[in-house]
């Protein structure tokens, strides 16, 4: 979520890890990592001579992060992505653009830059440029990339209006040494009008997305384009912040600048990208019984009655879907399983460890994780509330355990609500302890002040060395206790001899000496076409 442009206090950008047991959040003076069931705060790097972060991701629970600089005081320029580690904190590899980066996606193998109206693919070993992709304008940076072991999935906005592109590569697509061929290629054409959210599950077998209208939300299965199901968020417009599966693709949640956190049932559990359910499975069961809609509203809606446990999720429907074919295409449609409402209209949101709940992320710095009932659904029930901001922290500190804000009263809606929404667009056709970092030296922030007088990179078998975790147990801490003990034998050796050493996996390497590896732009040929050179 990026917050550069109306910040309400030093946060600039807010994202989840892959797995969503983390977020990082980028701040005016460096980055903050946080765990997220149970909240905490994992690790914090504010930098020595400053600067802000305006996108930053996180490798799963590692050291490695990637950034781009924002903010009043910018740490790196907008149009330059930096592969951070932070074990040594250092830079070791930079990539510069003629434009400003939107969005960075990561995966074990993978690194994706997300440009206004581009897409760049590396590989995250070696830094070659394996694809690029043209989008229809992109301001947000929507760009989606499967994290499964299978194969690699990106999904981006095509080169026309409301249309997704659906690419696959094949397995280890991003370990190869030269640029493979796409296994294939998908176009969807999910909405008529511009695509504002998106999201795949873990495997990239299935796709949600959102106009710009933000009423409805669509379900496809990549590989065969198929829509499977069509959601229902609401009657008016809204821009939707984001959306996600669970881990297990059943579920996805949505955030909106309403402050509503909706949770839809999802007729398949994705991951596959083979065959999944009809979306009429999921009346099957349903009793047909009539009662008033939400908030009171005279459009019934089939009640959820209580079931035997291990029922099958089921969205709310209308009860006149039956009547849908002679109706708007409003009275067909599926509304959310569950809600829950905060008073920060700029949130993201995202499944938590345990089953059933859903941690929230707030502009405002609050922390919010809620269960919701998969059976009965309806109001999520908050079980935890934290606040990270620093002048939320400053006042905490010492004190009891802050209170959310008290929440306004909800309006109940009219008929005159879903009248007015019954025209709707149609689709196209077609628990550890955190790794104790060493702190950053004054010669390292000297280092990386500028790009002339970069550290050491990783050398000719890789840009990125090590990956070790941020949560280790008593056997992970002795090993990168071990680690360390081989860096500051490789350093003594380093300052002995003048020729610069770094580790290489669970070795030691020569590298040439020269600097972290710098991608720069071309002064000739297409515009944001980088070429690879070493620094």
């Given at each position: 979520?990026?917050?550069?442009?109306n910040?309400?206090n030093e946060v600039?950008?807010i994202s989840f890890?892959?797995d969503?047991t983390?977020?990082v959040?980028?701040t005016?003076t460096g980055?903050?990592v946080?765990?997220?069931?149970p909240?905490?705060l994992?690790?914090?790097?504010?930098?020595?001579?400053g600067?802000?972060?305006?996108v930053?991701?996180?490798l799963?629970?590692?050291?490695i992060?990637?950034?781009?600089?924002?903010g009043h005081?910018?740490r790196f320029?907008p149009t330059?992505?930096?592969l951070?580690?932070?074990?040594?904190?250092?830079v070791i590899a930079e990539l510069?653009?003629?434009?400003?980066v939107?969005?960075?996606?990561l995966?074990?193998?993978?690194?994706?830059v997300?440009?206004?109206?581009k897409?760049?693919?590396y590989g995250?070993?070696?830094?070659s440029l394996?694809?690029?992709?043209?989008?229809?304008?992109?301001?947000?940076?929507l760009?989606c990339?499967?994290v499964?072991i299978?194969?690699a999935?990106?999904v981006c906005?095509g080169?026309?209006?409301?249309?997704?592109?659906?690419?696959f590569?094949?397995?280890?697509?991003?370990?190869?040494?030269?640029?493979?061929?796409?296994?294939?290629?998908?176009?969807?054409?999910?909405?008529?009008?511009v695509i504002?959210?998106?999201a795949?599950d873990?495997g990239?077998?299935l796709l949600?997305?959102?106009?710009?209208?933000?009423?409805?939300v669509?379900?496809?299965?990549t590989g065969?384009?198929q829509?499977?199901?069509e959601?229902?968020?609401?009657?008016?417009?809204?821009?939707?912040h984001?959306?996600?599966?669970s881990?297990?693709?059943d579920f996805l949640?949505?955030a909106?600048d309403?402050g509503t956190?909706?949770i839809f049932?999802?007729c398949?559990?994705?991951?596959?990208?083979g065959?999944?359910?009809?979306?009429?499975a999921?009346?099957?069961?349903?009793?047909p019984?009539l009662?008033?809609?939400?908030?009171?509203?005279?459009a019934?809606y089939q009640?959820?009655e209580?079931?035997e446990?291990?029922?099958t999720?089921v969205?709310?429907k209308?009860?006149l879907q039956?009547?849908?074919?002679m109706l708007?295409s409003?009275f067909g449609?599926e509304?959310?399983?569950?809600?829950?409402?905060?008073?920060d209209?700029r949130?993201?949101?995202a499944?938590g460890a345990?089953?059933?709940?859903?941690v929230?992320?707030?502009?405002?710095?609050?922390?919010y994780?809620a269960?919701f009932?998969p059976?009965?659904?309806?109001?999520?029930?908050?079980?935890?509330?934290?606040q990270?901001?620093?002048a939320?922290?400053?006042?905490?500190r010492?004190?009891?355990?802050p209170e959310?804000?008290?929440?306004?009263a909800?309006?109940?809606?009219?008929?005159?609500?879903?009248g007015?929404a019954?025209?709707?667009e149609?689709?196209?056709?077609s628990?550890?302890?955190?790794?104790s970092?060493p702190?950053?030296?004054?010669t390292?922030?000297?280092?990386?002040?500028?790009?002339?007088s970069?550290?050491p990179a990783a050398?000719?078998a890789?840009?990125?060395g090590?990956?070790?975790?941020?949560?280790?147990?008593?056997e992970?801490?002795a090993?990168?206790a071990?680690?360390e003990?081989?860096?500051r034998?490789?350093r003594e050796?380093?300052?002995?001899s003048g020729?610069?050493?770094t580790?290489?996996g669970?070795?030691l390497?020569?590298?040439?000496?020269?600097?972290?590896?710098?991608i720069h732009?071309?002064d000739e040929?297409e515009?944001?076409?980088?070429?690879?050179?070493?620094?």
């Amino acid at each position: 979520m990026d917050l550069q442009a109306n910040p309400v206090n030093e946060v600039l950008y807010i994202s989840f890890n892959q797995d969503y047991t983390c977020f990082v959040c980028g701040t005016e003076t460096g980055f903050r990592v946080y765990s997220t069931d149970p909240f905490r705060l994992t690790y914090r790097r504010d930098f020595e001579s400053g600067g802000g972060l305006g996108v930053i991701c996180m490798l799963f629970r590692t050291n490695i992060l990637t950034f781009s600089g924002g903010g009043h005081s910018p740490r790196f320029q907008p149009t330059k992505v930096v592969l951070w580690d932070d074990r040594p904190a250092r830079v070791i590899a930079e990539l510069s653009f003629r434009s400003t980066v939107k969005s960075i996606r990561l995966r074990r193998d993978l690194l994706v830059v997300v440009l206004e109206k581009k897409v760049y693919v590396y590989g995250l070993r070696s830094l070659s440029l394996f694809d690029c992709i043209e989008t229809y304008s992109n301001p947000k940076g929507l760009c989606c990339l499967s994290v499964g072991i299978e194969r690699a999935v990106l999904v981006c906005p095509g080169m026309q209006k409301g249309r997704a592109l659906v690419v696959f590569y094949p397995r280890a697509f991003g370990d190869s040494p030269t640029a493979p061929e796409r296994e294939r290629t998908n176009i969807i054409g999910a909405h008529e009008s511009v695509i504002a959210a998106m999201a795949t599950d873990y495997g990239g077998g299935l796709l949600a997305t959102a106009s710009d209208r933000g009423t409805i939300v669509r379900v496809y299965d990549t590989g065969s384009g198929q829509k499977m199901q069509e959601l229902r968020r609401g009657a008016d417009r809204a821009e939707i912040h984001s959306l996600v599966f669970s881990p297990g693709g059943d579920f996805l949640a949505l955030a909106s600048d309403k402050g509503t956190v909706h949770i839809f049932a999802v007729c398949s559990g994705g991951g596959g990208g083979g065959a999944s359910a009809p979306a009429s499975a999921f009346s099957m069961g349903a009793s047909p019984s009539l009662a008033s809609a939400p908030g009171g509203s005279m459009a019934g809606y089939q009640a959820r009655e209580s079931r035997e446990e291990g029922a099958t999720p089921v969205n709310q429907k209308s009860s006149l879907q039956r009547l849908s074919k002679m109706l708007p295409s409003y009275f067909g449609s599926e509304w959310s399983l569950a809600q829950f409402r905060v008073p920060d209209f700029r949130c993201i949101a995202a499944f938590g460890a345990d089953p059933h709940t859903v941690v929230i992320v707030c502009a405002n710095g609050s922390y919010y994780k809620a269960r919701f009932d998969p059976v009965r659904g309806g109001e999520m029930v908050r079980e935890e509330f934290a606040q990270f901001d620093d002048a939320s922290s400053e006042a905490n500190r010492g004190g009891p355990a802050p209170e959310p804000p008290t929440l306004p009263a909800s309006r109940s809606m009219t008929p005159a609500d879903f009248g007015a929404a019954a025209a709707d667009e149609s689709p196209r056709k077609s628990s550890s302890m955190p790794m104790s970092l060493p702190e950053e030296s004054p010669t390292d922030a000297a280092d990386r002040k500028g790009s002339s007088s970069m550290t050491p990179a990783a050398g000719k078998a890789g840009c990125v060395g090590n990956i070790t975790s941020f949560f280790l147990n008593d056997e992970e801490a002795a090993a990168v206790a071990a680690k360390e003990e081989r860096w500051r034998n490789a350093r003594e050796r380093e300052e002995a001899s003048g020729t610069p050493t770094t580790l290489i996996g669970e070795g030691l390497a020569e590298s040439s000496g020269a600097g972290p590896k710098v991608i720069h732009e071309e002064d000739e040929g297409e515009e944001d076409s980088p070429a690879a050179q070493d620094a």
